[in-house]
């Protein structure tokens, strides 16, 4: 296991306006709002939603009284705070997935979304999320499915070297991977996560559907297909509830953040930084943004 695995970061890019908002994908964007309504829990106190980028999911947690929106990228984190506003239910994070700045068993949920196909270390990913999730806290995974029905087809024809049907990821592009749904499985079931339900999304993927079929009734069928989920995957993109088991450690009243480097808590606070009096970083707060990707001294 690498400690510090390669990331993947959004600083200063336009992925909001150019991937979301120009580039046809309003059938991806309400397929996905169909699975986090029906996965996510009706409420909460805190959640962490991690690569949050300019919070374009943030809004479907209205459930939660508090959110922690997690971002390597500043820059996407400042979009976020110019689409939702700056006031005490939303706290804004900077830091990597690898190195989580939270105490032990502090949220009640977690969502990664559109983020695990950039992870090249995912089991050490999980092992951190599981780390901050209370007894029985939900995460709603998204990946990105190797075991499709074109990447199936496309081998099965020989249009493609790498075989759907191992368990290892493949990476199609530098920090962009696929997963196999077995092997997800199994990842999340090793660092103690039961398995609750299991949605496929995004069926219809493909841009002639979306051209020639209503949007509405393309949501609607792809809504239908998602309960296939816990039969089979063969979808592009497969969600999944899982459950932290009940066998972890819960914050004590008022812990919030701990050092990503040596894991000292809590940490001292001032106006424009926080103190680990454990190892001596410090970490900067800067409009709004705690930043614990650097630490300010070193």
Request: aromatic share 12%.
């Amino acid at each position: 296991m690498n400690a510090h695995p390669p990331i993947c970061d959004y600083e200063g890019s336009d992925y909001q306006r150019r991937f979301w908002e120009r580039g046809d994908r309003a059938y991806e964007d309400q397929v996905e709002a169909v699975a986090i309504q029906r996965l996510l829990p009706p409420g909460g106190k805190l959640l962490l939603e991690i690569g949050a980028g300019a919070g374009r999911n943030t809004s479907r947690y209205g459930g939660f009284e508090r959110i922690v929106l997690l971002d390597y990228s500043r820059s996407q984190l400042r979009q976020a705070q110019e689409r939702l506003g700056c006031n005490a239910g939303y706290i804004f994070v900077a830091a990597d997935v690898y190195h989580l700045p939270f105490v032990e068993g502090l949220f009640d949920g977690a969502t990664m979304i559109r983020v695990m196909h950039h992870l090249a270390d995912v089991p050490m990913a999980i092992s951190q999320v599981r780390h901050a999730l209370l007894p029985g806290a939900v995460l709603i995974l998204e990946y990105a499915n190797k075991h499709n029905l074109k990447a199936i087809f496309r081998y099965l024809v020989r249009r493609q070297s790498w075989s759907p049907f191992t368990l290892e990821p493949v990476e199609f592009v530098p920090l962009h991977f696929n997963f196999h749904p077995e092997q997800v499985r199994s990842w999340l079931q090793s660092e103690g996560f039961i398995i609750e339900r299991q949605l496929t999304v995004s069926h219809f993927r493909l841009g002639i559907l979306k051209q020639i079929v209503p949007l509405r009734l393309l949501v609607y069928l792809d809504s239908v297909a998602q309960w296939t989920g816990n039969w089979w995957q063969f979808s592009p993109s497969v969600f999944v509830r899982a459950r932290a088991s009940r066998d972890s450690g819960q914050a004590a009243a008022g812990a919030f953040f701990r050092c990503p480097e040596c894991g000292h808590d809590p940490l001292e606070e001032a106006p424009a930084w926080l103190r680990c009096n454990g190892c001596g970083r410090r970490w900067s707060v800067e409009d709004g943004i705690y930043d614990f990707r650097l630490p300010m001294n070193g």
